[in-house]
């Protein structure tokens, strides 16, 4: 959760609203096997918007060819923009990554200015006990998502909220799988800036 190569990504402001994220459509080869067991996830929280967004600050960018093709969203849609933030920002590279902080950094072609630059200027967190349990085998983690409730989100035609439940699954270099998935929420704000183009303007972890 690194030295930060600071980019203007935009202008300020963070959206008063919580959230967190993850999609139930992801991809097969991302897909925890069926024998997994998963920890329940946490209940179902509600859309405040007195709740400062609890979110990660990244550092700069690592690379991750892997990724460039998530970045390649259709921007008119969404919901697939929305997928593709929570891809990118649960995908870890233990073994090149500094923390999960490089992951969230990844996200910033999708983020509105305000929100990415928010996470530039306010520093960097360390990484946290999964991150660095995970480190210590090189593991390289893949998100699975499944879309859930919006918890009575006050949705509009240019603003969509999303709520995912996420599970982060950790392999080895040589592919074998690391312990049980990790599970968490996205909730995530898309809004619309530009005529069928659509920016992440709040994205945070539960």
Do not use: H
């Not at 402001?13 to 329940?40: E, I, M, Q, R």
């Amino acid at each position: 959760m690194s030295t930060i190569t600071r980019r203007p990504w935009l202008a300020v402001a963070t959206l008063a609203l919580t959230l967190a994220f993850v999609a139930g459509c992801s991809s097969d080869d991302n897909s925890p096997s069926a024998s997994t067991t998963a920890t329940p996830l946490a209940p179902a929280q509600q859309w405040d918007p007195n709740d400062a967004p609890a979110t990660t600050e990244p550092t700069a960018p690592t690379p991750a060819t892997a990724l460039d093709k998530a970045l390649l969203v259709d921007r008119s849609d969404p919901e697939q923009l929305a997928q593709a933030a929570v891809k990118i920002w649960f995908s870890w590279d233990t073994g090149s990554d500094d923390g999960p902080n490089d992951a969230a950094a990844r996200t910033a072609p999708l983020l509105t200015a305000a929100f990415a630059d928010s996470l530039f200027s306010t520093g960097s967190n360390s990484p946290g006990g999964q991150w660095l349990t995970w480190a210590e085998q090189d593991a390289v983690v893949t998100p699975t998502w499944r879309l859930l409730p919006d918890q009575g989100a006050p949705q509009t035609a240019d603003r969509k909220f999303f709520v995912y439940e996420v599970q982060q699954i950790a392999r080895t270099p040589e592919g074998n799988q690391i312990g049980k998935p990790a599970i968490s929420s996205a909730w995530v704000i898309c809004v619309r800036t530009a005529a069928d183009f659509w920016e992440v303007s709040q994205l945070a972890q539960r």
